[in-house]
């Protein structure tokens, strides 16, 4: 992750304690939302993130995306499931973190967005922690999926990451 100015310097400095102090983040169950336009680092982070906290702490850690989740839950509802819906919520709400990216491009229908909820608020009664990762500002954020969700996940707007700048992907390509 190269830290390309202040705002990036911050995010990988605080990914980085979230990371070094990670007993006590799995303790209080806190979450994060990491939120900003594509290619600026978010996903990036949060995989070298969850790495650590594997490596360091053999935690039992999963990153999906919102749509993956959801297919995952829905896939129980055919004849003859592998697994039962019960199952499948267990699994998401059980892991040490779960790690849900590209929140806010599901379709925002009531039934997908009842299956995040439900899994969000699975995990923060277990006071486990959720990491939120979308290509939309906190606010559009908080519209999108609802103020109550991005409230656990953030601690009440305390733990969120923006990563306002432009791609680095295309200043990568720019300098090709």
């Given amino acids: 992750y190269q830290a390309i100015n202040h705002g990036a310097a911050k995010n990988l400095a605080a990914c980085q304690r979230y990371a070094a102090t990670w007993p006590e ?38 990153i999906t995306d919102v749509m993956r989740l959801i297919r995952a839950v829905k896939s129980t509802w055919r004849h ?6 019960e199952q499948v919520m267990e699994h998401f709400a059980t892991l040490d973190l ?9 379709f925002g229908s009531a039934t997908e967005m009842t299956i995040l909820q439900e899994v969000i608020n699975a995990r923060y009664e277990s006071i486990l922690p959720t990491i939120l990762i979308s290509n939309l500002t906190f606010e559009q954020l908080k ?33 090709a």
């Fill in 25 to 62: 983040r799995l303790q209080a169950g806190t979450g994060l939302v990491m939120t900003g336009t594509c290619g600026t680092g978010k996903n990036h982070l949060a995989v070298s993130l969850a790495k650590k906290i594997i490596r360091n702490h053999l935690a039992k850690v999963e």
């Fill in 98 to 106: 779960l790690i849900i990216d590209e929140v806010g491009v599901q």
């Fill in 143 to 175: 519209e999108t999926i609802g103020e109550r969700i991005v409230d656990r996940v953030t601690d009440g707007g305390i733990n969120k990451l923006a990563f306002s700048w432009e791609s680095f992907r295309s200043n990568r390509g720019a300098a």
């Fill in 80 to 85: 003859n499931a592998e697994s039962s819906e």
